[in-house]
Structures are given as C-alpha cells and as structure tokens.
C-alpha cells in the first residue's frame, strides 16, 4: 500500500521559514494537500492541488510538489501556526494521509 | 454555511456494533462525495472509507469487511455502520465533504465524534 513519510516535528523562530516535508513514491504525479489541525479542533485545508490555497487561508503558507517530496512552506511564521499538520494524496481510490508534523514555534 | 454534523459516537463492547451519522447541511449534498477519517486518541489521520455521488464504496483494509459506509441523498445524511468493533477502532471519527474541483482534499469537516471501544 502506499505511504507517506513526514518528520515527527519541525521546530521554527518565529517570523522565520518553517518547511514540512512529505515523502512518497513518485508522489510529483499525483495531487498532495496540507491540513492544518489544533489541539481539540478538526483538520482545517490549507493547502490543496500541490500549490493552491483555499479562501481564507493566509498567503504566508504556501505548498510544491516535485520527484518524491511534497513541501509545505510557512513564510514569516506566526505563534498562530503552531499546530499538527498533514499530508494527503490519493492513490488507486484510496486516500492516505502522512503521519503528521508538530509544528513547534519558539 | 456549509455544516457537518455528527452523531451516534459512545462507548461499545468489544465485538458489538454501532451506527454512525453525519447531517449535512448548506450544500447540495448529493453532488458531493463523502468521507470518514478517524484519528485515535494522540495519533494522526487515518482514512476510513469513501463513498461517491454515485453510491461507489472504498475502505481501508483496516476496516475493509466490518464496516460499511452509506448515504441517504433524501436526508441529507451520511453513515457508517460498523460491526465487530475492536479496541484498536478507538478514535474520533470525522465525516469530511471531498470537493471535486480541489480533489482530492476535503474542504469541509464536521466536528467528530468519539468512539470508545472496552469492555
């Protein structure tokens, strides 16, 4: 079955760059997207199509998808974005979700 | 304002059964393929099962054969039945709206239920 592979956490200054990766098996050829979850809360979409962002979802977040490697980016990180986030994609009708990334602002 | 509902989540034996229901409200519900995502108590999103606009069903192998998702375009409601639970399906079960024209992310999730399986 397909997997995918992100690191545990990500630790990142604040208004500094923070990048999650997500590996996958040649997952450049099919659609990644990002969820954003707080403690307590449901999964928010933040990133989906590799690159696009939902309404309402701040321009500092940003997401690429190439080879094996899907990256979400977060330009200027805030204290606000410390959270769990989680890859997805889709594979032979089923979807698959990455392992998750505690975001740590500090 | 498209909203998700859930309801049915409690506490279940080992072995026995229960029905979960997600009420969906503020969209054309059945333009819409659905899906259940679980998350156990501290760990990530686990994929559950989908079903499309058309009724055409997929589960995890985790569930694949004990479970069974289903809809009800006439009321506006989702559903997952789910037989000879485990202690390992423990979790809070989310039903989640995939939008096709962002597919193959979901735009909108409910709130979640929790399903607690012991004795």
């Known amino acids: 079955s397909y997997e995918l592979t992100q690191p545990p956490s990500v630790s990142v200054s604040p208004g500094q760059t923070a990048s999650i990766t997500c590996f996958g098996n040649?997952?450049?050829?099919?659609?990644a997207c990002w969820y954003q979850q707080k403690p307590g809360q449901s999964p928010v979409l933040v990133i989906y199509?590799?690159?696009k962002r939902p309404s309402g979802i701040p321009e500092r977040f940003s997401g690429s998808n190439s080879g094996n490697t899907a990256t979400l980016t977060i330009s200027g990180t805030q204290a606000m974005d410390e959270a769990d986030y989680y890859c997805?994609?889709?594979?032979?009708?089923?979807?698959?979700f990455g392992g998750g990334t505690k975001l740590t602002v500090l | 304002e498209v909203q998700l509902l859930e309801s049915g989540g409690g506490l279940v034996p080992p072995g026995g059964a229960l029905r979960l229901s997600c009420a969906a409200s503020?969209?054309?519900?059945?333009?819409?393929?659905m899906r259940w995502v679980r998350q156990a108590p501290g760990k990530g999103l686990e994929w559950v099962s989908s079903?499309?606009?058309?009724?055409?069903?997929y589960y995890a192998d985790s569930v694949k054969g004990r479970f069974a998702i289903s809809r009800d375009n006439s009321k506006n409601t989702l559903y997952l039945q789910m037989n000879s639970l485990r202690a390992e399906d423990t979790a809070i079960y989310y039903c989640?709206?995939?939008?096709?024209?962002?597919?193959?992310?979901?735009?909108?999730w409910g709130q979640g239920t929790l399903v607690t399986v012991s004795s």
């Open positions: 989640a709206r995939l939008n096709e024209v962002i597919s193959p992310a979901s735009d909108y």
């Open positions: 503020g969209f054309t519900f059945s333009s819409y393929d």
């Open positions: 079903i499309s606009r058309g009724g055409s069903t």
């Open positions: 040649k997952l450049g050829d099919k659609y």
């Open positions: 199509q590799n690159n």
């Open positions: 997805q994609a889709w594979d032979s009708s089923t979807v698959v």
